[in-house]
């Protein structure tokens, strides 16, 4: 095995391992969907900038819209993985995993303020001497609280409309 590995390393010409000349980059077969890295990556410390000139409440409020969003995610992957009832051991896994990212969509499409996005988007703003320290801090503690805000009351009010009973009470013990 050795020596065949060997023959075939010994016929590699440079010109065998060395890309053709008229091979198309890997940037261009992206299609041009979205901006190269460098620009990609500038893209998103302006985000973050901009994401730090926020004032506070709306900051907040925006937090806690995106923490509402997770929430009903979360909820709402639950419930119909719940109701699935005694199904094939992954079936429910799949489904709430299928579910779930429709919050994320949701944050996308309101530019709400999560912090997990935040915590690329303005250390990135940071990195590039666009922001300072403090600023990071700032909106690292209002987008957190305004998340942690919202899935909480969304969850309470999910709670409050008496829907957590049955199979999704006891998938939700489950969870937890």
């Known amino acids: ?49 901009a994401a730090t000139k926020q004032t506070v409440v709306p900051n907040l409020l925006s937090g806690a819209l995106a923490g509402g969003y997770v929430s009903f995610g979360g909820i709402l992957s639950l419930s119909v993985a719940s109701a699935l009832g005694d199904v094939a051991p992954g079936v429910q896994k799949l489904v709430f995993g299928l579910l779930f990212p429709i919050a994320l969509l949701n944050i996308v499409a309101t530019g709400s303020q999560l912090f997990t996005g935040n915590t690329a988007s303005v250390s990135a703003a940071l990195f590039e001497g666009l922001i300072k320290p403090m600023d990071l801090v700032r909106n690292w503690i209002v987008t957190y609280a305004g998340n942690l805000i919202g899935s909480l009351v969304f969850v309470w009010a999910y709670k409050y409309t008496g829907l957590l009973t049955g199979s999704t009470a006891a998938m939700a013990a489950k969870v937890s």
Do not use: I
């Open 1 to 49: 095995m050795l020596r065949v590995v060997l023959c075939l390393l010994a016929s590699a010409s440079a010109t065998t391992v060395l890309p053709r000349s008229g091979a198309t980059p890997l940037l261009a077969l992206r299609g041009g969907a979205y901006p190269p890295p460098k620009a990609g990556y500038h893209a998103l410390a302006a985000k973050g900038c």
